[in-house]
T-cell receptor, first 112, second 116 residues
Framework: GEDVEQSLFLSVREGDSSVINCTYTDSSSTYLYWYKQEPGAGLQLLTYIFSNMDMKQDQRLTVLLNKKDKHLSLRIADTQTGDSAIYFCAETPDTGRRALTFGSGTRLQVQP | GAVVSQHPSWVICKSGTSVKIECRSLDFQATTMFWYRQFPKQSLMLMATSNEGSKATYEQGVEKDKFLINHASLTLSTLTVTSAHPEDSSFYIC????????????FGPGTRLTVT
């Protein structure tokens, strides 16, 4: 079945860039997502990328997709303390009509 | 747009009782909603897929008689935890798929259930 893996923890200083990495196994993954979860809250959709794209930029967020290596990354420029949260990578195949398979989440800690 | 709400946000109940959790899409119609469960410091695990007007599809290992799902309208799905036990204590999150951009999934704020 599908498997999505992420590193568990990342610590950066305020103002630096953060890069959160994710690998997946399902070669039929069509849509790949990044969600943010703050303590005790639901998931906020940050951005997503289609498998026919290599990169997507949205303000401070840059998503890179390497299909050959099945590797997805999220770069947050000028990281702020408000960015401290858990970031989940997720994927779904086909037309995106199925549920998402999530990674274990990466806890980002931003030091002031 | 694309707001999903859940009610209640947290609930405490006694063992043996039933609890109903509502998931609503506030500004769009959702033919499909998903129910996930999240244990502390863990990822989300899909429990079931809820389709408006039809029976839910449950993931392997999820008891359909224990976790009753009803999707009676295009904006409301409910999850009822029947005869709750302490091991059912968890964070339950629903999501709704966009109607036009079906690849976008929007999540509710979650419901924390504690069974004593």
């Amino acid at each position: 079945g599908e498997d999505v893996e992420q590193s568990l923890f990342l610590s950066v200083r305020e103002g630096d860039s953060s890069v959160i990495n994710c690998t997946y196994t399902d070669s039929s993954s069509t849509y790949l997502y990044w969600y943010k979860q703050e303590p005790g809250a639901g998931l906020q959709l940050l951005t997503y990328i289609f498998s026919n794209m290599d990169m997507k930029q949205d303000q401070r967020l840059t998503v890179l997709l390497n299909k050959k290596d099945k590797h997805l990354s999220l770069r947050i420029a000028d990281t702020q303390t408000g960015d401290s949260a858990i970031y989940f990578c997720a994927e779904t195949p086909d037309t995106g009509r199925r549920a998402l398979t999530f990674g274990s989440g990466t806890r980002l800690q931003v030091q002031p | 747009g694309a707001v999903v709400s859940q009610h209640p946000s947290w609930v405490i109940c006694k063992s043996g009782t039933s609890v109903k959790i509502e998931c609503r899409s506030l500004d769009f119609q959702a033919t499909t909603m998903f129910w996930y469960r999240q244990f502390p410091k863990q990822s989300l695990m899909l429990m079931a897929t809820s389709n408006e007007g039809s029976k839910a599809t449950y993931e392997q290992g999820v008891e359909k008689d224990k976790f009753l799902i009803n999707h009676a309208s295009l904006t409301l799905s409910t999850l009822t935890v029947t005869s709750a036990h302490p091991e059912d204590s968890s964070f339950y999150i629903c999501s709704a798929r966009g109607q036009v951009r079906t690849y976008e999934q929007y999540f509710g704020p979650g419901t924390r259930l504690t069974v004593t």
